[in-house]
């Protein structure tokens, strides 16, 4: 841990209990990921939108995968983010923002049981066939709200319709930049089910199984600068049919489930997700610009250099603070939607130019794929669209304050 950590660490005095968690994974990122990263860098498998499982099993040997699910599940950390009633961790908010952010520090994907909140609202026969199996990690789930015309308004201009005719739901329509749509079991799509009501009561889920044969996914996906493979793909939706038991929760709100799993699972804990990163380039940076010398002096002796790593020090500790804070509100009961696009906004933001200045700051190394820092801009940069871009942060923002 170099001294900047150190530093960092004492910035927020978090509960003891939440410290144990925080050191446990720290130890973990130290003894097992650290040491799998150059690996991981230099195969063509390695993914920002794949599931750690698929990542870990396309790149090392099934002993190294097989150790690393046991060490998740032997600490508890494999649910880390399910509820206690579910047999997950039950740990606050703030303890799972904490631990993220240590993992986040390595290239090397930490396997987790991946299970969207929305899920929690299954009943009947759904928890069985859809909820159990995300928990144990033998079902993965999609999430299909984005379409071609309908990106940062989808409540306002989605075309994607469900109709009950024949005592059934004909869905229709297409979703865009659906991650995982390709590989995963079942997919969350949201559709219209009252046209005059659209966000405000009439946008329904529906849980489709993955081989419904009115659903296709377009198999050769979107390419993006993220993975060597297209992780992204474009589902329509002909005459889908789907029963009255694949509406998840109620008829008609199956918009806010979605905005609620945005405010918590995408923005809020995106912030971790940039932080780790930040804090791993802050850290090369301090360290190389103490051994690389130019004409006569270290780097760190140059005013342009320790300005950067200055700045991105401060931004560190801001966006810490303020995932720290809007952990602690949304673990009271405070709706924090304002204060999570905040956090998404602030950690995309200044994260990107941190790993740009850690980029720079290393030079033509800041390139290199053997280190971590241009794979972790380009997942930093993509914060600043994916889950909602920085420009609808800023328009939530300001709708609360000019309210």
């Given at each position: 841990?170099?001294?900047?950590?150190?530093?960092?660490?004492?910035?927020?005095?978090?509960?003891d209990e939440i410290r144990q968690f925080q050191e446990l994974a720290r130890q973990?990122?130290?003894?097992?990921?650290?040491?799998?990263?150059?690996?991981?860098?230099?195969?063509?498998?390695?993914?920002?939108?794949?599931?750690?499982?698929?990542?870990?099993?396309?790149?090392?040997?099934?002993?190294?995968?097989?150790?690393?699910?046991?060490?998740?599940?032997?600490?508890?950390?494999?649910?880390?983010?399910?509820?206690?009633?579910?047999?997950?961790?039950?740990?606050?908010?703030?303890?799972?923002a904490v631990i993220m952010e240590e993992f986040y520090y390595c290239a090397v994907?930490?396997?987790?049981?991946?299970?969207?909140?929305?899920?929690?609202?299954?009943?009947?026969?759904?928890?069985?066939?859809?909820?159990?199996?995300?928990?144990?990690?033998?079902?993965?789930?999609?999430?299909?709200?984005?379409?071609?015309?309908?990106?940062?308004?989808?409540?306002?201009?989605?075309?994607?319709?469900?109709?009950?005719?024949?005592?059934?739901?004909?869905?229709?329509?297409?979703?865009?930049?659906?991650?995982?749509?390709?590989?995963?079991?079942?997919?969350?799509?949201?559709?219209?089910?009252?046209?005059?009501?659209?966000?405000?009561?009439?946008?329904?889920?529906?849980?489709?199984?993955?081989?419904?044969?009115?659903?296709?996914?377009?198999?050769?996906?979107?390419?993006?600068?993220?993975?060597?493979?297209?992780?992204?793909?474009?589902?329509?939706?002909?005459?889908?049919?789907?029963?009255?038991?694949?509406?998840?929760?109620?008829?008609?709100?199956?918009?806010?489930?979605?905005?609620?799993?945005?405010?918590?699972?995408?923005?809020?804990?995106?912030?971790?997700?940039?932080?780790?990163?930040?804090?791993?380039?802050?850290?090369?940076?301090?360290?190389?610009?103490?051994?690389?010398?130019?004409?006569?002096?270290?780097?760190?002796?140059?005013?342009?250099?320790?300005?950067?790593?200055?700045?991105?020090?401060?931004?560190?500790?801001?966006?810490?603070?303020?995932?720290?804070?809007?952990?602690?509100?949304?673990?009271?009961?405070?709706?924090?939607?304002?204060?999570?696009?905040?956090?998404?906004?602030?950690?995309?933001?200044?994260?990107?130019?941190?790993?740009?200045?850690?980029?720079?700051?290393?030079?033509?190394?800041?390139?290199?794929?053997?280190?971590?820092?241009?794979?972790?801009?380009?997942?930093?940069?993509?914060?600043?669209?994916?889950?909602?871009?920085?420009?609808?942060?800023?328009?939530?923002?300001?709708?609360?304050?000019?309210?």
């Amino acid at each position: 841990m170099t001294e900047a950590t150190e530093l960092a660490a004492h910035a927020f005095r978090l509960p003891d209990e939440i410290r144990q968690f925080q050191e446990l994974a720290r130890q973990i990122v130290r003894d097992e990921m650290l040491p799998l990263e150059q690996k991981y860098l230099a195969h063509p498998a390695k993914s920002h939108s794949l599931r750690a499982r698929d990542a870990l099993r396309a790149i090392f040997p099934p002993e190294v995968v097989q150790r690393l699910y046991k060490l998740s599940q032997d600490t508890g950390l494999w649910g880390l983010n399910i509820p206690e009633e579910h047999g997950g961790s039950g740990l606050p908010l703030l303890a799972k923002a904490v631990i993220m952010e240590e993992f986040y520090y390595c290239a090397v994907p930490f396997p987790f049981a991946e299970v969207p909140n929305i899920l929690y609202h299954c009943k009947g026969e759904q928890i069985d066939r859809y909820l159990r199996p995300c928990i144990d990690g033998s079902k993965i789930a999609a999430f299909a709200q984005t379409e071609p015309n309908a990106g940062s308004d989808p409540g306002g201009m989605m075309k994607t319709a469900a109709v009950r005719k024949n005592g059934e739901w004909s869905i229709n329509g297409t979703k865009m930049w659906i991650s995982n749509a390709l590989a995963c079991d079942f997919v969350m799509v949201q559709a219209v089910t009252d046209p005059d009501k659209r966000q405000r009561g009439g946008i329904t889920m529906f849980l489709v199984d993955r081989d419904n044969p009115g659903m296709k996914v377009v198999e050769e996906g979107l390419p993006t600068w993220l993975d060597s493979t297209p992780s992204q793909f474009i589902v329509n939706f002909d005459d889908c049919r789907v029963p009255d038991s694949a509406v998840l929760g109620e008829v008609g709100q199956g918009f806010a489930m979605g905005q609620r799993w945005l405010t918590i699972m995408d923005r809020l804990l995106r912030g971790p997700f940039c932080l780790g990163k930040m804090q791993r380039g802050l850290d090369m940076s301090i360290d190389w610009a103490k051994q690389r010398v130019t004409f006569g002096k270290p780097l760190a002796e140059r005013q342009a250099i320790q300005w950067k790593i200055v700045d991105m020090y401060v931004a560190i500790r801001a966006v810490r603070n303020l995932i720290y804070e809007v952990a602690s509100r949304a673990d009271a009961g405070e709706d924090v939607r304002t204060e999570a696009a905040m956090v998404k906004l602030a950690a995309a933001e200044w994260g990107a130019r941190a790993l740009d200045d850690a980029i720079q700051i290393h030079g033509a190394m800041g390139e290199a794929l053997e280190l971590p820092l241009s794979l972790f801009y380009r997942y930093v940069r993509h914060a600043r669209i994916g889950g909602g871009a920085d420009e609808i942060q800023r328009m939530m923002i300001a709708r609360s304050l000019l309210a």
